[in-house]
């Protein structure tokens, strides 16, 4: 089966501008992450969909980021205006299950690495 | 907020050798999971242990769960170069449903 899609994988840009990342899940995976990887850290949760419904944003910096997942299938994640300290891999990951007790595996993609400038 | 911190944060070893990378979490959990990333790629999850399991194998590797601890072992033997990359424990914080990532342990397997 194909993987989880990201574009662009590489984007440089400079404070205050805005960028838009892209997923595309594995096929029949209900629920989408979107996760927040700063060089040297674990990944941090972003925002959790479950088909088309937000089930967690807690993390997420709503001032200036925000994400949606139309039709319940691909999703965009867009940061505006962008910080320095933005600068992160963002991944995507998919899995086929809610996430319930842990229980169910997450499927990454590549990821798409940030440089604000 | 982080659920699991692995130790030690970083480890190197020679090939052939046996690594193990130990995560301690901080609230009662149903299951753990353990994923790999290498450079510049995505994760890739390698096992996963629920609260009633003690210990796992899969291949070379093997991982142990002490809930009354609040640990998880990760153990890769006879290491190979290719086990090169970071390794990170994940757990979902108690009542979240949410699947939380610790710091992880970046391992280099010396040729």
């Known amino acids: 089966e194909a993987g989880v899609a990201q574009s662009p994988r590489y984007k440089i840009i400079e404070k205050r501008q805005s960028v838009a990342f892209w997923c595309n899940p594995i096929?029949?995976?209900?629920?989408l992450y979107w996760y927040q990887q700063i060089l040297g850290q674990g990944p941090k949760l972003l925002i959790q969909?479950?088909?088309?419904?937000?089930?967690?944003d807690s993390q997420l910096p709503k001032d200036r980021f925000s994400a949606e997942r139309l039709k319940g299938v691909d999703s965009t994640l867009k940061i505006q205006p962008a910080k320095l300290e933005d600068s992160a891999v963002y991944l995507c990951?998919?899995?086929?299950?809610?996430?319930?007790?842990?229980?169910?595996?997450?499927?990454f993609g590549a990821g798409s690495r940030l440089t604000v400038l | 907020s982080q659920q699991g911190e692995e130790d030690p944060q970083a480890l190197s070893i020679q090939e052939g050798e046996n690594a193990t990378m130990n995560c301690s979490y901080k609230t009662s959990i149903n299951n753990l999971q353990w994923y790999r990333q290498n450079s510049g790629r995505g994760l890739v999850h390698l096992i996963l242990i629920r609260s009633n399991e003690r210990e796992k194998h899969s291949g070379r590797l093997r991982v142990t769960l002490d809930t009354s601890k609040k640990s998880s072992s990760l153990l890769i033997t006879a290491s190979r170069a290719a086990d090169t990359a970071s390794y990170f424990c994940?757990?979902?914080?108690?009542?979240?449903?949410?699947?939380?990532f610790g710091q992880g342990t970046r391992l280099t397997i010396n040729p």
């Open positions: 994940a757990s979902p914080p108690r009542g979240a449903q949410k699947l939380v």
């Open positions: 990951a998919s899995s086929l299950i809610p996430m319930l007790s842990g229980a169910n595996v997450l499927t």
């Open positions: 096929s029949g995976h209900a629920t």
């Open positions: 969909f479950q088909n088309n419904g937000v089930v967690d």
